[in-house]
């Protein structure tokens, strides 16, 4: 970082700390793993994470889709200098200016957050996994330059991880999602395994709905795994922290299996004691 861009993050310091404090209040996860890089890019990550949060708000908050394209309004204008006066524009402008940021990455999130407040089912496994990237492969692409020397290279990895989190998100909250009329697990899929929909509204944990369920659980390791390989392409200083964070959300596949794959009635997550276990495995 130069001198100017120091004086940036300090100038804006106020702001990177309420987008800081957005990721401490809603992922604890995210912020423990990343919260040990530089200052810089710390604060960079936090900003990411907080554009992300608050569409990812705008969609499951608001019955009325005006509001979201309000925000495309917001974010081409952004985009053109024309900054909002809040604390989460303010801080993005910082991070624009000192990385070479992926503009397309931030219009496919928002494209996907649209699409998902439009849909209620998913029908194909092709269809989900498309949504994995445009909500969760996108946030690799945003955070790539800021942790990676070689984004160009790491980019395809960064996008296994972020589907790789967002299928583990799926299988995680089949329960909530279904209370919210939102069906994530795809209809053909479903099928194929004898489960139906009437099944899930019902709570029915049987073997099939546990074949289902491993089915995608196998998808979202195979991409954890294929993530692994471009770890190389980690800045040093971010690889234990990014490889952290990868190692949480996998785990909570585990968890679900030693919780009898109930994701209707429990919230599957990882206790303080594994995060531990899993934060020394990684050192």
Known sequence: MTNNSENLFLKYKDDFEYCKNVIKNNSTSFYNAFKSLPLED????????????????????NDDITTLEYFVTEFDEFLNGNIEDSPMWRALYVVFQNYDMNIQAFRDMIHGQISDFQT????????????????????????????????????????????AMQLTNVLRDVGEDDKNNRVYLPVEVMHSYNYSLDDLHNKLLNDNFINLWEYEAKIAEKYYKEFEDGAKYLKPIAKKSTIRSMMFYKEILNVIRKNNYDCFNKRNYISKSQKVYLFLKTL
Do not use: H, W
Request: hydrophobic residues 40%; negative net charge; aromatic residues 16%.
């Open 120 to 163: 209620i089912e998913i029908k194909t496994q092709n269809r989900l996994e498309d949504y994995c990237y445009y909500v969760a492969g996108t946030v690799g692409l945003m955070l790539s330059p800021i942790i990676s020397d070689d984004p160009d290279a790491f980019n395809p990895y960064a996008i296994y991880l972020g589907k």
């Open 42 to 61: 710390a604060y960079s990550v936090f900003a990411v994470y907080t554009f992300c949060r608050k569409i990812d708000d705008l969609a499951d908050k």
